[in-house]
Structures are given as structure tokens and as C-alpha cells.
């Protein structure tokens, strides 16, 4: 007998068309009440575990995770002992190293780790980190012969490399000798290196692919520190104090928060709390974070700002503060870099705007295209995937935003919905000579083509995804993990939940539905469009919300035109504000229902 699906809080659809359900199913709820008994804590926070797939096994450790206990044998990823050896014999040899690195904050965390170590044995290395525009994604011939010419005899290429098989061989043949270190997706033959350290080559079983290419590297910093003990070489650096590096990339590169991640971030945000790192304290200062950083100033504060270089600045500027001992220099890279972040917002604005109401027009009065394909000459190609991002947001399904600004040549990057495969599609469209060249993984994928190949783009990806896009449409879920009041949430709340965390991929932040609660005081604050409201309760208790880039949206609408007398239920998470010395707890609403 088919069991009929039970809404939380009866919401069927909400105000954004999402069915609210509970995170736990029966067995879930039998698994929460076992690690409360087993562990002691809260069943609140046992519910949250549970819901995140921690079983009662697994509950100490997930609660107390820590790198020594979870870091594996490095030499479970596949060519480790064979990279280690080579690099170390860099170093004995006091060889000079060329490092190149990707555009993003994940690959200016891996040249940084991999600079530091190597500065603390006085190696020179030369850093190369591409202009997004002019060279784009991975190494490139013209580097490979800088990289002889300044008399490098050994290359490492970090968080790319993987598929860079026509350039490799090109610097194999320059007598360079190439190590690299990578995450990414890798897809038929691997270039000949002499080297390739990646979870996610086809013959690796270590399974630490959602590993970032920082936690990559820092795995190969380990497998160095072993290599030179054996080699009788007594000195080398104290690993722990980098780990900040690996955490700032882990939350910034959006991979799964489980297992090792969650030991590096946990550990990482420590020592950037003790201002290990001189460039991040520099860059915190800058953007005026005046509470403990933690993962949300990663993710949403520095990380976009470190990547405003590599977007519409000097890609290099990521590297130079990470990497740095001079205070003078950090604070001129920081401020710099908060610069171009306000240049990089307000191209972005202007664009998400132009791509917005295209993609009104596209859509129309129907269901519109199930893939959004979108193109201009207005847009810089550095904020392509931010726009992709807002437009999969607000229309709630994939979307790529193609930027024209070159001539003859297209750059897109796309953004996909959960249950959508955007990375697979596109290496079919490859296959298929639809276009030229891209890649990506199930989340997220950028492509080169011409501007004339975007039409038979467009046509591809919309009907190969068609079927995949209205699946997941309709199975538009907004998980709950329990109902709460705005009395409940109050400080002592907020962090009892923290035990469960970090909180991002892989265990998302914890979803409270706030039943029955009035909005008042709503009104629009900032460039963004956010709505700052309070929620009040029965009994008179009120917590402070904002509702993030919701005022065009129906949900910020119902915010907007609520009324005091007529109670609705609000869902979202919460967090501690800091301002003036005094914390707050504040909920970030993301969606609502008027019963």
C-alpha cells in the first residue's frame, strides 16, 4: 500500500513552490534517539545528525573530529610515493621550482601550501597563476617556456593539470619534468607527467575525491614530510600551522563538509581565530569582520574577495597574501582586493540585471526552456558564473551565462539545481562536437565555443537535460529539521547547534520552520535587494530576520505585504550576529507559506 506523503507544518507548496518535509524519516528518528542516549546530547542536535546521515557508530567522531584521527595513509592516492620521492629530490637538490596554479581561491590555497613548504627549505620557485581572460583555466605552452627559460627543471601544476594533456607533453618535451596535483574530473587518458596526484583519476581507490586541491596538496605536504624522514633529513615544517589554508579552500571550492574536510575546517578556523595566517588576518580586517571569523566569512567574505583578483584583477594577488611574511605587503594586497570586490559587485549587479530580465522574457508566460541559456557583450567574463548562479537561483533550474566581450570567442559557465547532472551533459556536448571544449562536475561546468556554436549549445543541453530538469523540479523539497519558536532560538540554542558543524555542502546548515509567527517592521535594506524583518511568536518573543536578495521574489513580497494580525510560517537558519561588542541571534529566512 502506497504510503501518502506527510508535509511539514501541511505545506504542500509554499510561497516558492517548495513541499516542506521533515529531514527524518521513521528510521531517521529512531537513529536520533539513539545517538542523544548514546552521546548525551540534545535531541535536537541528534535529530540533526541523523539527518545528515551520521549513524550512531559514527556519532563521537563526527562530533569530534579531529585530523589526526582521520587522516588516512597518504600513499592511498594513487602515484603519491612516486610525486613525494620526485619533489623531495627537488629539494635535496636544491632545484628551481615552477609552481602553476588555477585562477580561484582553491588554487592560490594550493600554491600557497605548496610555497611555504618549500620556502622553509629556501627553494626558489616561480609562481604562475593564469589571467582568466587571456590565458583561461590550466597551464599553457607560453608557461611552460617562461618556466625554462627562468631555469626551472621541475613544474607543478595545482587544482588543474589533469586534462592538460597536449601542454604537458609540450613541456616534457621542453626536459621539464611535471608533478600534478589535481582534483578534478578525469576523463580518458591521463597526459604523461611524471606524476598525477588526483582522488579522482579513473584508477584511484584512496576515496578521498571530495577532497579539495588544497587538501590534495596538503596530503602530498604530508607524504614530503615522511619522504624526508626516511631520507635521515630531520628538519621539516610543522604542517598544523597551514591547515587554515586548507579550510579557507574546502568551504570556498563548495566541496562535501564530512570526514577529513570537517577536521580541516574545524582546525583551520582555530587558527585563523589566533590570526596565524598574517594575509587572511589582513583580508578580515579589510572587510571589516569584527567577530570570530567562521565558515560563513570563508565562503562569503574573504573567499570573494581573494577571488575579485583572479575575476576582473591581477590573479597573482591571491598567492602574494597567503603566502606572505611581510605585513606591509598583505595589508597594500588586502586593500587592493576589497577594492576590487566593489568593482567586481557592481559589474555583477549590472549583469545579473541584463540577465534577469532576458531571462523573464525567455520564459514568458509558461514554463519556459528547462535549461537557461543566456549571452552578451556586456558581460566580463570573470562574473559569468555568478550570474549563472543568480539566474539558477531565482528561476530554479540550470542556467549558463555566456559572456561575449572577446571577439569571436564565447565564455559560459553554468550553474545546475540538485538531481541535475550539468558536468556529464557537457562533456556528451564535447563528445558530440557541439562545442569545442568544456568540463565541470553534476553542480557546476564552463565552455569555450564561438559565438555562432551557442544556438546549437542551447538546443543540446535542453532537450539532454529536459526530462532530468522536470524531476527534480517536481520533487522541489524543502527539508525541515524541526519546528521551533522564536523564544527557542536564542543564544544557548544557536550554540548547542554548532556541535553538528561546520555547516555547508554535505551538511547543511539546519533548516527550522518558525510556525504561526507575525512579520512586521519588513523593509528593503542594501543594493542587494534584502529584506530585514522581525519575526515575532505568541508569546510575544521576537527574533531579528533578513531575507537575503528577496525583494523582487514572491517571498519577499509576502514579507513585504504582511500584515500584523495574520500569522505565517517562516523557514530558515539561524546564526549570531556580532555588532558592537553584543551578539544577536538572527534568522536567514529563505522561504514562507501564509496558512
Known amino acids: 500500500m502506497q504510503i501518502e ?10 510561497i516558492s513552490d517548495k513541499a516542506w518535509v521533515d529531514r527524518l524519516d521513521p528510521v531517521g528518528a529512531r537513529v536520533a534517539k539513539a545517538i542523544s ?17 551520521v549513524s550512531q557508530e559514527g556519532a563521537e567522531v563526527f562530533l569530534n573530529p579531529t585530523i589526526k584521527d582521520l587522516m588516512p595513509d597518504p600513499s592511498s592516492l594513487t602515484d603519491m610515493d612516486r610525486l613525494a620521492a620526485r619533489l623531495v629530490d627537488a629539494i635535496i637538490n636544491k632545484e628551481k621550482v615552477a609552481l602553476f596554479g588555477d585562477y580561484d581561491v582553491d588554487g592560490a590555497c594550493s600554491v600557497a601550501l605548496m610555497q611555504l613548504y618549500l620556502k622553509a ?40 593539470g589533469t586534462s592538460s594533456t597536449s601542454t604537458i607533453e609540450y613541456g616534457k618535451n621542453l626536459g621539464l619534468d611535471i608533478l600534478v596535483i589535481d582534483h578534478h574530473l578525469s576523463e580518458g587518458e591521463l597526459p604523461p607527467a611524471n606524476a598525477i596526484v588526483n582522488p579522482n583519476r579513473q584508477d584511484d581507490i584512496s576515496d578521498l575525491g571530495y577532497l579539495c586541491a588544497a587538501g590534495v596538496t596538503f596530503m602530498v605536504l604530508v607524504a614530503l614530510n615522511r619522504e624526508m624522514r626516511s631520507r635521515s633529513k630531520p628538519e621539516f615544517p610543522n604542517l598544523m600551522q597551514l591547515v587554515d589554508l586548507v579550510a579557507l579552500a574546502t568551504i570556498c571550492d563548495v566541496v562535501p563538509l564530512k570526514g577529513l574536510n570537517r577536521a580541516f575546517v574545524n582546525r583551520g578556523v582555530e587558527l585563523m581565530r589566533m590570526g596565524n595566517n598574517i594575509g587572511i588576518k589582513a583580508l578580515a580586517l579589510s572587510a571589516r569582520i569584527t567577530q570570530p571569523i567562521n565558515p560563513y566569512h570563508l565562503g562569503f567574505i574573504i573567499g570573494p574577495r581573494i577571488n575579485a583578483g583572479g575575476r576582473i584583477g591581477d590573479a597573482g594577488l591571491g598567492v602574494s597574501l597567503l603566502a606572505s611574511s611581510d605585513n606591509e605587503q598583505v595589508n597594500e ?30 520564459i514568458g508566460a509558461g514554463d519556459g526552456p528547462s535549461v537557461l541559456v543566456l549571452a552578451s557583450e556586456n558581460w ?42 550539468l558536468g556529464s551533459a557537457i562533456i556528451r556536448a564535447v563528445e558530440k562536437g557541439i562545442i569545442p571544449k568544456g568540463g565541470g562536475h553534476a553542480m557546476a561546468a564552463g565552455i569555450s565555443l564561438k559565438p555562432d556554436e551557442i544556438g546549437a549549445f542551447r538546443n543540446f543541453i535542453c532537450e539532454a537535460l529536459q526530462a532530468e530538469v522536470k524531476e527534480a523540479r517536481a520533487q522541489n523539497q524543502l527539508k525541515i529539521d524541526a519546528a521551533i519558536t522564536a523564544r527557542t532560538a536564542n543564544i544557548d540554542f544557536v550554540q548547542l547547534l554548532e556541535k ?37 511568536s505568541g508569546d510575544g518573543a521576537n527574533i531579528e530576520a533578513i531575507a537575503f536578495r528577496a525583494a523582487e521574489t514572491e517571498f519577499g513580497q ?21 555588532w558592537n561588542g553584543r551578539e544577536k541571534v538572527q534568522l536567514r529566512a529563505i522561504d514562507g507559506f501564509s496558512p
Open 5 to 14: 506523503q506527510q508535509y511539514f507544518l501541511n505545506v504542500k507548496n509554499s
Open 37 to 53: 542516549q548514546t552521546t548525551g546530547i540534545s535531541e535536537i542536535v541528534a535529530r540533526i545528525l541523523a539527518g545528515r546521515g
Open 121 to 160: 627549505f629556501n627553494l626558489e620557485t616561480i609562481v604562475h597563476i593564469p589571467d582568466r581572460i587571456f590565458e583561461g583555466y590550466g597551464p599553457n605552452n607560453d608557461a611552460m617556456d617562461k618556466f625554462k627559460k627562468q631555469g626551472a627543471s621541475l613544474v607543478i601544476t595545482l587544482d588543474c
Open 333 to 362: 594586497i588586502a586593500t587592493r582586493l576589497n577594492e576590487l570586490n566593489i568593482e567586481r559587485q557592481q559589474i555583477e549587479a549590472e549583469a545579473v540585471e541584463e540577465a534577469t530580465n532576458a531571462a523573464i522574457a525567455e
Open 380 to 421: 566580463h567574463p570573470g562574473v559569468v558564473g555568478l550570474v549563472a548562479a543568480r539566474l539558477k537561483e531565482r528561476f530554479s533550474r540550470p542556467a549558463f551565462a555566456i559572456s561575449l566581450a572577446m571577439h569571436n570567442k564565447a565564455t559560459g559557465s553554468g550553474r545546475s539545481i540538485i538531481g541535475v547532472d
Open 500 to 536: 553538528a558543524g561546520p555547516f555547508g555542502a554535505g551538511n547543511a546548515n539546519p533548516m527550522f520552520a518558525f510556525p504561526a509567527h507575525k512579520v512586521r517592521y519588513a523593509k528593503i535594506v542594501g543594493a542587494g535587494g534584502h529584506i530585514r524583518f522581525n519575526l515575532y
Open 558 to 578: 509576502l514579507l513585504l505585504q504582511a500584515k500584523d494580525d495574520r500569522p505565517v510560517h517562516i523557514a530558515g537558519s539561524l546564526g549570531i550576529n556580532h
